[in-house]
């Protein structure tokens, strides 16, 4: 503990852990000039049009690739269930929180990813921290890419393990890092589709020098799933990699609906995480309107594929305009379309010039990207219509000729 001298005696310095607390006041700053973009309140359920202040605007900042949320079916099913069940599990699953919807759901979604086995739990979050923490022991290393999800670098930090990372989707990178290592069990984690950049991992490659080097590979596909594959199973199908990726994780909280998430693959293992998952071991289980609506989302991916078709005729159509209007959006060839401005507080300028405009999109500045790289984070359903569209791409033409982007 510090001291100072007072009247020749040392008198100890009281340090208040809070003090971080009282000093942090960008957040006030930011709301004093209308420039805060974080928590804005919504009046509605998450459409391609949302209602916030009274007033209609378009949602370009929501997971929902396949507009499953508002479903009819998907409501009805979570309706259902809580009129069975009630609104909670009391408990967690690995004592009193264990439903026959529960089973019937990991059944479902192991036969959905292929795997032959599934395991649910309440967040996609506690997903990764509980697989990386449980798997990865003090002897081992877990090996991830710089841009992958917090959940992943958190689960890393969970684990007794040593953490690597590797240069974003670079494979010569990836090698050096499993090369210095080789004597070593490992676990490689990459994102499927990258949650800020939207871009796609390079699956083919990276199985392969796992191969090379003896390393288990876990996909967290939470923005792949419903999205990517011919059948919307996410990014091991769209590259015919689903029998030799050996964990997939996925979200509820994107195409699923809902919100928990899963992780998938042999039976053994699925069952070792079972046991052995701390995130999953000691959190309630999840309610039982969570789980209903999940599996008649997934019966809605099967049986609506033109939902994913829609899908990426308007996400062809927003990467091309974008482009042609003359924004940088970086390696985006998914739903996520992230708009690069540079500048921090260009980012929530912009970000709330759209709001005025009729347009909620998302920003995202250093840490959450790397300084300098500041972007506006827009993605995109299959429910939106042509007119919402050509009015966001309206709305960023004005706003960035206004502010100087292009």
Same mark, same amino acid.
């Given at each position: 503990?510090?001291?100072?001298?007072?009247?020749?005696?040392? @008198?100890?310095?009281?340090?208040?852990?809070?003090?971080?607390?009282?000093?942090?006041? +960008?957040?006030?700053?930011?709301?004093?000039?209308?420039?805060?973009?974080? #928590?804005?309140?919504?009046?509605?359920?998450?459409?391609?049009?949302?209602?916030?202040?009274?007033?209609?605007?378009?949602?370009?900042?929501?997971?929902?690739?396949? !507009?499953?949320?508002?479903?009819?079916?998907?409501?009805?099913? *979570?309706?259902?269930?809580?009129?069975?069940?009630?609104?909670?599990?009391?408990?967690?699953?690995?004592?009193?929180?264990?439903?026959?919807?529960?089973?019937?759901?990991?059944?479902?979604?192991?036969?959905?990813?292929?795997?032959? *086995?599934?395991?649910?739990?309440?967040?996609?979050?506690?997903?990764?921290?509980?697989?990386? /923490?449980?798997?990865?022991?003090?002897?081992?290393?877990?090996?991830?890419?710089? &841009?992958?999800?917090?959940?992943?670098?958190?689960?890393?930090?969970?684990?007794?393990?040593?953490?690597?990372?590797?240069?974003?989707?670079?494979?010569?990178? $990836?090698?050096?890092?499993?090369?210095?290592?080789?004597?070593?069990?490992?676990?490689?984690?990459?994102?499927?589709?990258?949650? &800020?950049?939207?871009?796609?991992?390079?699956?083919?490659?990276?199985?392969?020098?796992?191969?090379?080097?003896?390393?288990?590979?876990?996909?967290?596909?939470?923005?792949?799933?419903? @999205?990517?594959?011919?059948?919307?199973?996410?990014?091991?199908?769209?590259?015919?990699?689903?029998?030799? @990726?050996?964990?997939?994780?996925?979200?509820?909280?994107?195409?699923? /609906? %809902?919100?928990? !998430?899963?992780? /998938?693959?042999?039976?053994?293992?699925?069952?070792?995480?079972?046991? #052995?998952?701390?995130?999953?071991?000691?959190?309630?289980?999840?309610?039982?309107?969570?789980?209903?609506?999940? %599996?008649?989302?997934?019966? +809605?991916?099967?049986?609506?594929?033109?939902?994913?078709?829609?899908?990426?005729?308007?996400?062809?159509?927003?990467?091309?305009?974008?482009?042609?209007?003359?924004?940088?959006? !970086?390696? *985006?060839?998914?739903?996520? +379309?992230?708009?690069?401005?540079?500048?921090?507080?260009?980012?929530?300028?912009?970000?709330?010039? $759209?709001?005025?405009?009729?347009? #909620?999109?998302?920003?995202?500045?250093?840490?959450?990207?790397?300084?300098?790289?500041?972007?506006?984070?827009?993605?995109?359903?299959?429910?939106?219509?042509?007119?919402?569209?050509?009015?966001?791409?309206?709305?960023?033409?004005? @706003?960035?000729?206004?502010?100087?982007?292009?």
């Amino acid at each position: 503990m510090d001291s100072k001298m007072v009247q020749g005696e040392a @008198v100890a310095i009281k340090k208040d852990i809070f003090e971080k607390c009282f000093k942090f006041t +960008i957040a006030y700053e930011l709301q004093k000039v209308g420039m805060y973009p974080y #928590f804005r309140v919504i009046q509605s359920a998450q459409g391609p049009e949302v209602i916030m202040n009274g007033k209609k605007m378009i949602m370009i900042g929501s997971n929902n690739y396949l !507009g499953l949320t508002n479903h009819p079916k998907v409501k009805e099913a *979570a309706i259902n269930a809580i009129k069975k069940y009630g609104t909670g599990c009391a408990g967690s699953r690995f004592l009193n929180g264990t439903l026959d919807i529960h089973v019937e759901l990991e059944e479902k979604l192991a036969w959905f990813i292929r795997k032959e *086995a599934a395991l649910v739990f309440s967040t996609g979050f506690q997903v990764n921290l509980g697989v990386i /923490a449980s798997l990865v022991g003090k002897d081992d290393v877990v090996i991830i890419d710089k &841009m992958d999800h917090a959940s992943i670098v958190d689960g890393c930090r969970l684990s007794f393990g040593e953490v690597k990372r590797y240069k974003h989707n670079d494979i010569e990178d $990836l090698e050096r890092v499993l090369k210095e290592c080789e004597d070593k069990t490992k676990l490689v984690v990459v994102d499927g589709v990258f949650s &800020m950049e939207g871009d796609i991992v390079k699956l083919p490659e990276v199985y392969k020098v796992c191969q090379k080097y003896g390393a288990r590979l876990m996909v967290d596909d939470a923005h792949g799933i419903g @999205v990517l594959g011919n059948t919307g199973r996410g990014t091991a199908e769209h590259f015919g990699l689903e029998k030799e @990726v050996d964990l997939i994780m996925g979200t509820y909280s994107k195409s699923l /609906a %809902s919100i928990g !998430g899963f992780i /998938a693959g042999q039976r053994d293992v699925i069952n070792y995480i079972k046991h #052995f998952g701390r995130a999953f071991i000691f959190s309630a289980s999840p309610p039982p309107a969570s789980v209903a609506a999940v %599996s008649a989302a997934i019966d +809605i991916i099967v049986s609506e594929p033109e939902r994913r078709e829609q899908l990426w005729k308007n996400t062809n159509k927003m990467l091309k305009g974008f482009k042609e209007l003359g924004f940088n959006i !970086g390696v *985006a060839e998914t739903p996520i +379309i992230p708009v690069i401005v540079g500048d921090d507080e260009l980012a929530f300028k912009f970000v709330m010039m $759209l709001q005025q405009e009729g347009v #909620f999109a998302n920003v995202a500045v250093s840490p959450a990207v790397p300084p300098g790289k500041a972007l506006i984070r827009t993605s995109y359903m299959a429910t939106h219509t042509d007119e919402h569209l050509d009015k966001v791409l309206e709305a960023f033409y004005k @706003v960035g000729k206004a502010l100087g982007v292009i």
